[in-house]
């Protein structure tokens, strides 16, 4: 899709969007519109429910060609996350219309703190994010079914200013799509060999980036990720991302991600039914490095890592069993109650690797680690757990400035028992209840002082609907939301 930005004219050819205010009041390219077209806009208006509220829509077919009417209601709670939507309803309704390009006419929004150019932007980014299609295994798509729309022109005055804050925009958009392509492949094809070669093709984007096998992980004692994958043919992996935006020697921030290709249960299979999800066990590892894209995109001021472990979960004769004890990296000795408990054991020796390595200023992981958190919060908010409330009230900040929100859950130390085993330093599993926040207990154990926080996307990495910005599939959920935290407060 491409977005461009120009100055508000008619445009010679394609479709035209122009706004309406509540109570069916035309802004002045619209009136102008009308009068063009004989007053075709407002008998269609008056012939419908169409008023002008916020986001209501009125396609009509004139002399000037197909004008979609786009309600801003009063014009004043028009701010960035009203302007996404906007422009992703727009991208909906034109996608398969048979039009090739639209042009938006933005005009008339007043009240905003954010000035009409970062708006108009975000329009257009709003359009490009839902724009998004996983469609390379469709073989026999009929021509008549595949999207026409590949233009949109966002009209604005200013549009030079507009055009320049959306080089950002984009850059965070094509990390988004990393994330969505990575999540959405299947598991036959992105496994832990073929995912870090893919990772390697993020050097283009001026990544550092390096991966580790099971002989590197081995010398390292990462007994923890290792059992995980030894019931798989394919070898484990972790890559690591580097992005250095800053001084040499500013301690970095560090982004940690579980990167589970295929979860079947191992030993402690899981039902048959719905398993196919489980290729989306990898989500949190893609979140890390759709992020990582976007940092060197955007040439991001500020030194980052990316770690993540990279396993495939099967039953096999040399599978892991319940009642193993293995050792991690850290040191700490672990009881296998549950060989569906694999993540927090990819992330202990993940995150302890990190800790040892860079001395980041804080740590992130993200993971789709447990079922309770769905459970908990559904598919609407991302359960999150932090040991430092700073870290914590940022992140609470910029889920709210992206549209990304997220919930903080407790730690603690009667939580924290429930993961001691009888014969091991610790067990991977506890209770039923409570099962998302003894997972974080568990994962606490491997991050010694770090600031440190770990976010469950179990419900958020995948949707099987369409929503605003997130056609359904691998959504992306959470590269915004990180993007926005190192953005307003770690770089310069
Ligand atoms: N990957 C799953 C969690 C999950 C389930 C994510 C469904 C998204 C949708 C994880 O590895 C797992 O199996 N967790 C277990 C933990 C239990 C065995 C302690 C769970 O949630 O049941
Ligand atoms: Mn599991
Ligand atoms: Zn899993």
């Known amino acids: 899709m491409r977005i461009v930005f120009a100055k508000p004219v008619f445009p010679k050819k394609g479709a035209l969007v122009l706004g309406v205010k509540e109570n069916r009041v035309m802004l002045s390219m619209t009136v102008e519109a009308d009068s063009e077209s004989g007053g075709l806009l407002k008998q269609a208006m008056s012939a419908s429910r169409f008023t002008g509220k ?14 979609v009417l786009y309600g801003i209601g009063t014009g004043k709670s028009i701010d960035t996350l009203w302007c996404e939507k906007a422009g992703s309803n727009i991208q909906a309704a034109l996608a398969g219309s048979g039009e090739t390009e639209v042009s938006v006419v933005f ?52 549009h ?14 094509q990390g988004v799509f990393l994330t969505r392509d990575l999540v959405s492949e299947p598991p ?61 020697g500013e301690p970095p921030v560090a ?16 039902p048959a039914g719905g398993m196919e999800d489980m290729k989306w066990d990898m989500g949190g ?44 990296m850290s040191g700490q000795t672990i009881e296998i109650i549950n060989t569906d408990a694999e993540g927090r054991l990819v992330l202990a020796d993940a995150l302890w690797y990190t800790l040892k390595r860079f001395k980041p200023k804080f740590m992130i992981d993200l993971a789709t680690l447990t079922g309770a958190m769905m459970v908990s919060l559904g598919q609407v908010n991302c359960g999150y757990f932090a040991n430092d409330d700073e870290l914590s009230d ?36 506890g209770p039923r209840y409570g099962g998302s926040i003894t997972a974080a207990c ?50 310069g």
């Open 394 to 429: 940022r992140m609470a900040e910029a889920g709210e400035a992206v549209g990304e929100g997220i919930w903080r859950m407790p730690l603690g130390d009667e939580y924290n028992k429930m993961m001691d085993s009888d014969i091991a330093d610790m067990k991977n599993a």
């Open 442 to 491: 568990f994962l606490e154990r491997f991050v010694d002082n770090c600031p440190w926080s770990h976010m469950d996307i179990a419900g958020m990495a995948w949707s099987s609907m369409d929503k605003p910005t997130v056609p359904k599939g691998g959504t992306g959920w959470g590269v915004r939301l990180l993007n926005h935290l190192v953005k307003a407060h770690y770089e």
């Open 255 to 270: 982004f940690v991600g579980k990167g589970v290709c295929f979860d079947t249960g191992g030993i402690s299979l899981k």
């Open 285 to 328: 590892s893609a979140v890390v490095s759709g992020l990582m894209k976007v940092l060197a995109g955007r040439k991001a001021k500020v030194n980052a890592v990316g770690v993540v472990g990279l396993v495939e979960n099967m039953p096999d004769g040399n599978a892991q069993r319940p009642g193993d004890v293995v050792t991690s």
């Open 188 to 248: 036959n094809v992105l496994y832990p060999v073929s995912y870090s070669d893919r990772l390697k093709e993020l050097k283009r984007d001026g990544l550092k980036v390096q991966v580790l096998g099971e002989r590197e992980m081995t010398k390292l004692g990462m007994g923890a990720l290792l059992g995980v994958g030894q019931g798989s043919a394919r070898e484990s992996k972790i890559v690591v991302m580097q992005w250095n935006g800053s001084k040499r």
């Open 107 to 158: 005009e008339g929004h007043e009240g905003s703190p954010e000035g009409i150019e970062a708006r108009a932007a975000h329009l257009g980014y709003g359009a490009l994010l839902n724009s998004y299609r996983f469609d390379k295994y469709r073989t026999k798509e009929k021509k008549d079914d595949k999207p026409t729309l590949s233009k949109i022109t966002v009209m604005v005055d200013g």
């Open 160 to 173: 030079v200013k507009a055009r320049n804050h959306f080089a950002d925009l984009r850059a965070i958009a």
């Open 54 to 67: 916020g986001h209501q829509t009125l396609t009509v077919f004139t002399s000037l060609g197909r004008i």
